[in-house]
């Protein structure tokens, strides 16, 4: 009889002070010395790598209180993220047709040079309905952290590297509504509150025709730049980076701008309504002055399922 998969928040289990076992098929080693193959530090002197699970696994526990991987990000039976020296283990239930998020850095890979840096994939597997990826980590942190402590010139001056990086993006174009590789963009901004999220390119070009959206032609867009996925460097007054790629693709120009206007998801965490919306009142706004137009108010209509 099939053992039932442990729930996604419990995926990576501890073998001893050094070995652990992610989704039951992957083992996760800690090394003295640096190994060959894809590795990376634990930022203590030591280096994390990855092989194939052994048959039968070797007892296991739920990670202990001393361990140096944390849990940073839990979706509950959806998605879970873990830091793990300088990298992160993100795994999530598979969406079947989606584009993965390993294409989608490759993609950006291939057009470097860019603005910005994007992290770098050292492993990547799915079985089991599980889509399982380590990303390295960005340095510095997120513009979640820093903006509390900014001055209105840098906040400004973020908000116009955001709008910039959005410009350099949009000069990406395919034929359809699609991630990078043509399979499902899965943004469920695109499709209708209640009704079944088909994020197929067929039906988000209808649902984005529906919208009065122009579809002659698509950009490319990260569709989350929340400030949670903006790292920074404030001492420098730099971006270092941007992540969580996964929701990228091919969208109407118009949906850069709106997306800003209508998802609280780019909200800061913290303080009253209008200073949560800060964020991304201040580059929509910016986003306006460059020429992108937002159908906002007609999305949320149409999204609520009232007219």
Request: with cysteine; proline share 6%; hydrophobic share 35%.
């Amino acid at each position: 009889m099939p053992v039932k998969a442990r729930p996604v928040n419990e995926s990576i289990q501890e073998i001893n002070d050094n070995s652990w076992v992610i989704g039951d098929r992957i083992l996760l080693s800690r090394r003295r010395s640096r190994p060959s193959g894809s590795a990376w530090s634990d930022d203590k002197g030591s280096f994390y790598v990855i092989s194939e699970a052994p048959y039968p696994l070797p007892p296991s526990r739920p990670l202990s209180a001393t361990t140096h991987i944390e849990k940073v990000y839990d979706a509950g039976g959806v998605s879970a993220v873990w830091s793990i020296g300088d990298a992160f283990c993100k795994v999530k239930i598979l969406a079947p047709c989606a584009t993965r998020e390993h294409v989608t850095l490759d993609y950006l890979h291939n057009k470097r040079p860019l603005s910005f840096a994007t992290p770098d994939v050292h492993y990547h597997a799915e079985y089991d309905g599980r889509y399982y990826i380590i990303l390295s980590r960005l340095a510095d942190q997120t513009l979640i952290k820093a903006w509390p402590n900014m001055d209105e010139a840098m906040k400004q001056y973020y908000v116009s590297r955001i709008v910039n990086i959005c410009k350099e993006l949009a000069m990406w174009q395919a034929d359809s509504i699609s991630g990078v590789d043509g399979q499902y963009l899965s943004d469920q901004f695109l499709t209708r509150f209640g009704l079944p999220k088909d994020c197929s390119p067929r039906n988000l070009l209808n649902n984005c025709k529906d919208l009065g959206m122009d579809c002659s032609i698509f950009v490319f867009y990260h569709c989350d730049l929340g400030p949670g996925n903006i790292i920074v460097n404030p001492t420098e007054g730099s971006i270092i980076g941007i992540i969580d790629w996964e929701t990228a693709g091919f969208v109407p120009k118009e949906w850069i701008r709106t997306k800003f206007c209508v998802s609280s998801g780019m909200d800061l965490p913290e303080g009253d309504q209008d200073s949560r919306v800060d964020w991304r009142r201040r580059v929509q706004r910016q986003l306006e002055k460059e020429g992108f137009p937002e159908i906002a108010e007609r999305w949320m209509t149409w999204w609520s399922n009232e007219d």
